[in-house]
């Protein structure tokens, strides 16, 4: 599109987590007028690491703002997938995007998300505005919040998510369970009792009860370094936010590294965020002429591949380069659902999948072949 267009469209993006964020810095920097609406009160996330893959860090490079991801990640060489007991099933080194200058870097979610916002111009950002109704009047979109602020947009993305609300407009998908619980936390690095060597991603796999271990390290945070440490543990339960004694915890892990156990009997319960783990079904719809889905509302997914936050900031680019270089904004939504759906959809069925001991003794990303990195 024309400068002249760009500069004389409104874009209302709701949500303001990794999708939302990208979508706006992108978005503002080819000449848009954006604004981001977030529900909460203030931006905020749970103790967790992320692998920003090469295709985000070089997405990060084009923004602008890759020094400001550098000062608070670690790169990392490998992904390790071993047994419960830490022998080698499977090492391969991280998928590269031209040579390794955009190597996978190891980041914590807080951090993430406050090197994104930090970069957004002044105002773009609204919190307090939960989305409650959307109408779509063909060539913009009406959005009405709970605070009782209406506002007309030439374009609404919808970066609101596993549960959209914006993503109602296009059918009803609710979130589907996996049947897996994960328990996350964040532990400093004399709390890993010794495992934190290197900055490789390690997955430990117990082939007998299909739990797993995925230990992150964050080894640029604090003295010690840190390390995120997320229990995947299969259940019938499928309440949003479960609750788990510590016994049931070490049963659901008993056949993993005794130092793995310890960790687990020493942490601190209360740190710990539980979750169940849902994505959704393909969405089939992701746009009208003047609303589009971006991230999870269009396509979470398991997070066996690490790739729900890749691709939701890839997404916000791969949005602003649509717009970009289309002739028209009806065109750049069909041209951007056109790139991204079949990718993040291949996803999708990847995660589902999970691991196991076939899976991953064949290779440490089954999804290579689908992506670009
Ligand atoms: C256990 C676990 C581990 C994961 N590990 C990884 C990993 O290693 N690597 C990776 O790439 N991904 C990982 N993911 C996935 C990743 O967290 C998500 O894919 C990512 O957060 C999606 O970003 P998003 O911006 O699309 O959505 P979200 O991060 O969910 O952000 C949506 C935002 O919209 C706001 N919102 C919602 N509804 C409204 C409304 N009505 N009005 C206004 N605002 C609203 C929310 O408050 C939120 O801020 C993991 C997920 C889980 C559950």
Same mark, same amino acid.
């Given at each position: 599109m024309k400068t002249e267009d760009l500069n004389n469209i409104n874009i209302a993006i709701v949500g303001g987590g990794y999708a939302g964020v990208t979508a706006a810095l992108a978005l503002s920097q080819i000449g848009a007028n954006v604004?981001?609406?977030?529900?909460?009160?203030?931006?905020?996330?749970? &103790?967790?690491?992320?692998?920003? +893959?090469?295709?985000?860090?070089?997405? @990060?490079?084009?923004?602008?703002?890759?020094?400001?991801?550098?000062?608070?990640?670690?790169?990392?060489?490998?992904?390790?997938?071993?047994?419960?007991?830490?022998?080698?099933?499977?090492?391969?080194?991280?998928?590269?995007?031209? &040579?390794?200058?955009?190597?996978? +870097?190891?980041?914590?979610?807080?951090? @993430?998300?406050?090197?994104l916002t930090k970069n957004l111009p002044e105002g773009m950002l609204q919190l307090d505005h939960k989305l409650i109704d959307l109408k779509d009047n063909g060539n913009s979109a009406t959005l009405t919040f709970a605070n009782g602020n209406e506002v007309t947009a030439d374009l609404v993305v919808g970066a609101d998510g596993i549960r959209s609300k914006v993503r109602e407009i296009f059918g009803h998908y609710e979130p589907v369970p996996a049947f897996a619980h994960a328990y996350r936390v964040v532990l400093d690095g004399s709390e890993a009792q010794g495992l934190l060597t290197d900055d490789n991603l390690r997955l430990y796999l117990d082939s007998e009860t299909g739990n797993m271990i995925y230990f992150l390290p964050l080894r640029h945070r604090g003295p010690n370094g840190q390390v995120s440490f997320d229990i995947t543990v299969l259940s019938d339960d499928t309440s949003w936010s479960p609750q788990v004694t510590r016994e049931e915890i070490l049963h659901a892990i008993r056949n993993f590294d005794e130092r793995l156990i310890r960790m687990v009997e020493n942490m601190d319960l209360d740190k710990v965020n539980f979750r169940s783990a849902f994505d959704i079904d393909p969405v089939e719809t992701w746009n009208s002429d003047s609303i589009v889905l971006i991230g999870d509302a269009a396509h979470a997914m398991l997070h066996h591949q690490g790739q729900g936050a890749n691709s939701a900031v890839i997404d916000g680019g791969a949005l602003a380069d649509a717009l970009r270089n289309a002739d028209s904004l009806t065109s750049a939504l069909a041209n951007f659902v056109a790139e991204r759906k079949e990718p993040t959809q291949a996803l999708q069925r990847i995660s589902r999948e999970s691991w196991n001991q076939e899976s991953a003794s064949t290779s440490a990303f089954p999804e290579k072949d689908q992506i670009s990195y």
């Open positions: 604004t981001v609406y977030e529900q909460a009160h203030a931006t905020g996330e749970v &103790g967790a690491g992320i692998g920003l +893959r090469p295709a985000s860090i070089k997405l @990060f490079r084009k923004l602008g703002i890759f020094d400001d991801i550098a000062a608070v990640t670690s790169p990392s060489k490998a992904f390790d997938i071993v047994d419960a007991q830490g022998n080698p099933i499977t090492t391969e080194e991280w998928p590269q995007k031209d &040579g390794d200058e955009n190597t996978t +870097r190891m980041i914590h979610r807080r951090d @993430f998300i406050d090197a």
